[in-house]
Antibody
Framework: EVQLVESGGGLVQPGGSLRLSCAAS????????MHWVRQAPGKGLVSVSR????????RYADSVKGRFTISRDNAKNTLYLQMNGLRPADTAVYYC?????????WGQGTLVTVSS | DIVMTQSPLSSPVTLGQPASISCRSS???????????LNWLHQRPGQPPRLLIY???NRFSGVPDRFSGSGAGTDFTLRIGRVEAEDVGVYYC?????????FGQGTRLEIK
C-alpha cells in the first residue's frame, strides 16, 4: 500500500524556519517525481515545489523562491522541504504528493502555523 | 501560470440525481508527449484531496464508475452519474501539464 507520511509541521514565529519531511513507503520512491502542495485554512490548493526523481530538476512557486528548498534522499525514501524566512501567509497544511505521469497520490498533510 | 476556472462554484444536488462540473483552462493542456494532464480531485472536510480522474477520463484505482471525465483542449467536464451521500465535499480540477501545477477554485457539492 502506498503511504506518504508528512511530519515536521508546527507553530513558528515570523522569520523562523521549519523542515518538513515526507516518509514514503509501498512503492519505489526513486522512480517518482514529488511535489509539495499547500492549502491555507478554508482556501484552495496551491503548488509550492516539485522535484524530479533523481533530485536534479527542482522548481518553485514564485511566492517561495529563495526561501524554500526541496530535496530528497532516495536511500531513505524521504522527501524534504526546508522553509526559511517564514511569513504568516505561509500558514497552511502542506501535502506531500507523488506524481506518476499525472497520477497524483496525496499524503495526509502537516499543518504549519506562522504567528507571533 | 495556467489559470483553471471551474463552474459552478456550488452545486446543490438531490441524492440519486446526476451532477456535472465544468473546468476551463487558460491554455491547452496537451503536453509534448501527446497526453492531456487534466485531473479531478475530491476533498471531504478535514481530509486530504483524493484523485478521482487523471488525464481527462481515466478513473483512479478504487473510484466508482459513477464518476466520469470528458473533454479536450481547454474544456473539461466531471460527471457523477447518480450522487450518493459520500460524494459531498469540494471538487477541484487541476492541470499538471506545466509547472506550477494549478487548480480550479473548487466546486462545493452539497445534498439538497
Amino acid at each position: 500500500e502506498v503511504q506518504l507520511v508528512e511530519s515536521g509541521g508546527g507553530l513558528v514565529q515570523p522569520g523562523g524556519s521549519l523542515r518538513l519531511s515526507c516518509a514514503a513507503s509501498g512503492f519505489t520512491f526513486s522512480k517518482y517525481w514529488m511535489h509539495w502542495v499547500r492549502q491555507a485554512p478554508g482556501k484552495g490548493l496551491v503548488s509550492v515545489s516539485r522535484i524530479d526523481n533523481n533530485g536534479r530538476d527542482r522548481r518553485y512557486a514564485d511566492s517561495v523562491k529563495g526561501r524554500f528548498t526541496i530535496s530528497r534522499d532516495n536511500a531513505k525514501n524521504t522527501l524534504y522541504l526546508q522553509m526559511n524566512g517564514l511569513r504568516p501567509a505561509d500558514t497552511a497544511v502542506y501535502y506531500c504528493v507523488r506524481d506518476w505521469f499525472g497520477e497524483f497520490h496525496w499524503g495526509q498533510g502537516t499543518l504549519v502555523t506562522v504567528s507571533s | 501560470d495556467i489559470v483553471m476556472t471551474q463552474s459552478p462554484l456550488s452545486s446543490p444536488v438531490t441524492l440519486g440525481q446526476p451532477a456535472s462540473i465544468s473546468c476551463r483552462s487558460s491554455q491547452s493542456l496537451v503536453d509534448s508527449d501527446g497526453n492531456t494532464y487534466l485531473n479531478w480531485l475530491h476533498q471531504r472536510p478535514g481530509q486530504p484531496p483524493r484523485l478521482l480522474i487523471y488525464k481527462i477520463s481515466n478513473r483512479f484505482s478504487g473510484v466508482p464508475d459513477r464518476f466520469s471525465g470528458s473533454g479536450a483542449g481547454t474544456d473539461f467536464t466531471l460527471r457523477i452519474g447518480r450522487v450518493e451521500a459520500e460524494d459531498v465535499g469540494v471538487y477541484y480540477c487541476m492541470q499538471a501539464a506545466q509547472f506550477p501545477i494549478t487548480f480550479g477554485q473548487g466546486t462545493r457539492l452539497e445534498i439538497k
